[in-house]
């Protein structure tokens, strides 16, 4: 009963057989390869955006530390909340990747809202050449807490940063998930709201490994391109990432695997609910849940092959007296129905 993470979960069928595909004869290095063409094509198509400059990395990590240097200037400030994957799960890299930029962190929790942000972003520059400067906007979509933000609040936020001449960035590491949960589309959510550049997931949601880099202006490409090759993230047989990205966006493949994602946790959300002892964070956006269960329900859990992130508190915590905890559990597409619902029946037993 494996709900740790999306990134627990298998490639799916279809990219693994795009891979093997690739791996017949010789194609072009550096990113020059006919896969890439079709990637590039794809997601012009996809997101309305026949301008856009498209790469790929393999991790979400150099995905969004290469784009945001390309964004920012090292005498800038990034604009985050609190909860950011940049900020607590990125090693600095973001830092290191643009040379020295800070992260500014906005509101308390997962999710930015615009009238937050101006008023953080608004007197930053008051200490004039002895303090940052304004920099990028960066939001995750979905956001780490599971949480989407719709097409008005992502305007809103773009708004704002682009009152102060800044550019918005989404770390899209889950952005399949709000784009079938929201059921918009790409281009709504993103550039048409304001976005000036995005990471598009694929790792989480049945691809090896592979994220791809969109600059909806692509004034920034060449920069991009220096840095991901100076950044050692440059791959030379690109065709095996471009072939994973090409059979993740074909025939929606995408977002019918974030679909059934949101819907395996969908279904534990409404399995665990009536629970009694039971409570949720948040209603379920997405694919994650952040619900908060009785030490002994975990201990039960936990025994029976339950596998999920606790959230505030250490495994060890769950032996001791106190109360409920918080877990972070994370629906992929490939998860067995059956394991859902025996999870869900433990929990209730």
Not at 99 to 107: C, D, E, I, N
């Amino acid at each position: 009963m494996q709900f740790r993470s999306d990134n627990y979960g298998p490639a799916h069928p279809e990219v693994m057989q795009a891979v093997m595909d690739a791996n017949q004869g010789y194609d072009v290095s550096y990113g020059d390869d006919a896969p890439m063409q079709q990637v590039r094509a794809q997601i012009r198509e996809i997101f309305e955006a026949p301008e856009a400059a498209v790469y790929l990395v393999a991790t979400g990590t150099a995905a969004n530390a290469l784009a945001l240097a390309t964004l920012a200037r090292p005498w800038q400030s990034l604009f985050c909340t609190p909860e950011a994957h940049i900020a607590t799960d990125e090693c600095n890299a973001p830092e290191f990747y643009s040379g020295g930029a800070k992260l500014t962190l906005v509101g308390a929790g997962d999710k930015m809202d615009a009238e937050t942000l101006r008023a953080v972003i608004a007197p930053f520059e008051a200490r004039g050449v002895h303090g940052a400067q304004r920099g990028p906007v960066s939001l995750t979509q979905t956001t780490e807490l599971g949480r989407c933000y719709t097409q008005a609040e992502v305007a809103a936020i773009a708004d704002v940063a682009h009152d102060f001449g800044q550019p918005l960035y989404m770390d899209g590491a889950r952005l399949a998930n709000a784009i079938a949960a929201l059921g918009c589309s790409p281009a709504d959510l993103t550039h048409r709201a304001g976005v000036d550049a995005l990471s598009l997931g694929g790792t989480k949601n049945g691809c090896l490994g592979v994220e791809a880099v969109v600059f909806f202006n692509p004034a920034r490409a060449w920069e991009f391109e220096l840095r991901r090759k100076r950044g050692g993230h440059l791959f030379s047989k690109n065709r095996f990432l471009a072939a994973q990205m090409q059979a993740y966006l074909s025939d929606g493949l995408w977002l019918r695997s974030a679909a059934a994602a949101n819907a395996n946790c969908a279904r534990l959300a409404e399995g665990l609910r009536p629970v009694p002892g039971v409570t949720f964070l948040h209603e379920p956006d997405a694919n994650a849940l952040f619900v908060r269960m009785p030490r002994a329900m975990h201990r039960r859990l936990r025994a029976a092959g339950g596998h999920y992130y606790l959230w505030d508190a250490e495994e060890a915590d769950l032996a001791r007296e106190g109360g409920p905890v918080l877990a972070r559990m994370v629906c992929d597409w490939s998860l067995p129905v059956a394991e859902i619902d025996r999870f869900v029946a433990l929990a209730a037993a």
